[in-house]
């Protein structure tokens, strides 16, 4: 076995622990995201309730958009992990 080879093999499984955890992070960092934005939302649902509809429709928005940055990350960081 040579040393190129060798080389080769441990970058490929160091490839696929970062993926790993690239994608853990995106993940996560969307978790916190929608939260926050639910969380917020429902503060200032409870201090103006008229405004209720329209808050709820933009959280909504906003977090759709959110989950698909997450989602393109995810796919990206499995790409790379498979690479």
Not at 14 to 35: C, D, E, S, W
Not at 36 to 43: D, H, L, P, R, T
Request: glycine share 16%.
């Amino acid at each position: 076995m040579s040393l190129l080879s060798i080389l080769l093999e441990v970058s490929g499984s160091v490839g696929q622990l970062g993926a790993a955890i690239g994608a853990g992070l995106a993940v996560f960092g969307a978790g916190l995201g929608i939260g926050k934005i639910g969380g917020n939302a429902v503060e200032a649902m409870a201090r103006q309730p008229e405004i209720a509809g329209n808050l709820q429709t933009a959280m909504i928005i906003a977090a759709a958009l959110i989950e698909g940055v997450a989602l393109f990350a995810v796919v990206v960081c499995l790409l790379i992990g498979l690479k």
